[in-house]
């Protein structure tokens, strides 16, 4: 084991390893059920998505274990399972096996990337105002789907939005949900985002939110699963906006695990094995739309492994494991309601907005298109139309200034493929 993951060269031990994948595992084990509720609402089954979201996780931890070295944690992305269900799907009019299929090609073109030295060009290209507002945009669509799934706010005929019924059962126990789970992680409580869902569903069961008869302790079923397993349609291959929307969706897969590998290495003073953790998260994005999920990022909550002594990759194997023997946890996991999930999504929706303020708000050159993109991200409800304005109108504007020579090329070759996408659909 020592000379597999050289732990004697890391300055860590076997049982500190351990130790560490079993806090990473407490932090992150909420996914499975988040993840699976938004994958739910794009037509994929509830208990063939926690499957898949399990062996994505367990294949993306060994995947980056072995591959790096690194305790990075690797799990469906959020804001990227609401991009696949509420942009690609509901929005975009894609069936979820032609998503899955957009989660495939994403993965490829991630791969081209990490394994040549076009990451840099690429992600050199893109200001760093817009990709602060992808992030921004996400979190606030994350917190309208939290408040739109509990019924706390509804659709209006009279307004675009308008507060709802707060006195049912679903909206009471959210609110509740959301002040438990916003007090666990303030107090920086292990596993806070796993109580809060645990809480939440103990409220739900009190208030007779959660039927009787939906009670089931039955074994899952891989019969289920084998409909989702493998199943990317490529049927709108012919179709421009297919590859248009599969390069959005690659793009914030890209800028949002450059910026998450570069951060978790830092953290480890291990920056040689950056290049290493970026290709074994390209190639778990690939494998996340064969498995039947949404696209795969370094997680956030690596930070609490690394925190708590992990060094080298079997922190992250450890990890993996635990979640591929959740898949016993299964009957109770799917008795977790919708009430449980959503003071999750509001939470990280809020800490996600804090990347605002790494935007020059008072250089509108820089600020406009920025903040365009992260009010249509939830006007919208469409996370690749939100960025579409905010990357043509950036150039755009850099030109009118005179200052398109600030502007690299890659920049405007992306603004084009948003322009002409735009053009197929509404003027042809």
């Not at 490529?234 to 179709?239: E, K, R, Y």
């Not at 009957?331 to 449980?340: F, T, W």
């Not at 365009?372 to 504007?397: K, R």
């Not at 009118?400 to 920049?411: D, H």
Request: glycine share 8%; with cysteine.
């Amino acid at each position: 084991m020592d000379k597999l993951f050289q732990l004697t060269a890391h300055n860590t031990t076997l049982g500190r390893e351990l130790s560490a994948g079993l806090i990473s595992y407490i932090t992150v084990v909420y996914i499975i059920i988040v993840n699976a509720t938004i994958l739910s609402a794009a037509g994929i089954p509830l208990e063939a998505g926690i499957i898949a979201t399990i062996i994505t996780v367990f294949a993306g931890c060994l995947l980056m274990g072995f591959w790096s070295n690194t305790p990075i944690l690797v799990i469906p992305g959020m804001g990227l399972n609401a991009m696949f269900t509420y942009t690609i799907v509901q929005s975009g009019g894609f069936t979820w096996q032609e998503a899955l299929a957009m989660v495939f090609v994403s993965g490829v073109l991630f791969m081209l990337l990490a394994f040549t030295r076009l990451a840099k060009t690429i992600t050199a290209s893109i200001p760093d105002s817009l990709k602060e507002a992808i992030t921004v945009g996400i979190g606030i669509l994350l917190i309208l789907i939290g408040f739109d799934n509990s019924g706390i706010i509804t659709s209006s005929e009279h307004t675009l939005l308008a507060i709802g019924d707060l006195s049912t059962s679903t909206a009471l126990i959210t609110l509740i949900g959301l002040i438990v789970t916003v007090i666990l992680f303030i107090k920086n409580v292990p596993g806070n985002l796993l109580l809060s869902i645990v809480f939440t569903s103990v409220l739900s069961v009190l208030f007779g939110d959660l039927k009787s008869g939906e009670v089931s302790f039955k074994m899952p079923s891989f019969g289920e699963y084998t409909s989702v397993f493998g199943q990317m349609s490529f049927a709108q291959a012919g179709n421009f906006v297919f590859w248009l929307t599969a390069f959005s969706l690659a793009m914030v897969v890209i800028f949002e695990n450059i910026g998450l590998i570069h951060g978790h290495t830092k953290m480890l003073k291990q920056p040689e094995k950056y290049k290493k953790s970026l290709q074994a998260n390209a190639i778990s994005v690939a494998t996340a739309g064969i498995f039947g999920t949404s696209p795969t990022v370094s997680s956030v909550e690596s930070a609490a492994g690394i925190a708590a002594g992990g060094r080298t990759g079997l922190t992250s194997i450890v990890t993996g494991v635990l979640f591929l023997a959740s898949i016993v946890l299964i009957p109770v996991i799917k008795l977790v309601p919708e009430s449980a999930v959503s003071p999750v999504l509001i939470l990280i929706g809020v800490l996600m907005l804090q990347n605002i303020t790494q935007i020059k708000l008072d250089d509108l050159l820089e600020s406009f298109p920025a903040l365009l993109i992260i009010v249509l991200i939830p006007l919208t409800y469409s996370i690749a139309d939100g960025m579409a304005i905010g990357f043509i109108l950036y150039p755009l504007m850099k030109l009118l200034m005179g200052k398109g020579r600030e502007i690299q090329p890659a920049l405007y070759m992306i603004a084009l493929l948003f322009l002409g996408n735009f053009v197929l659909q509404y003027a042809l």
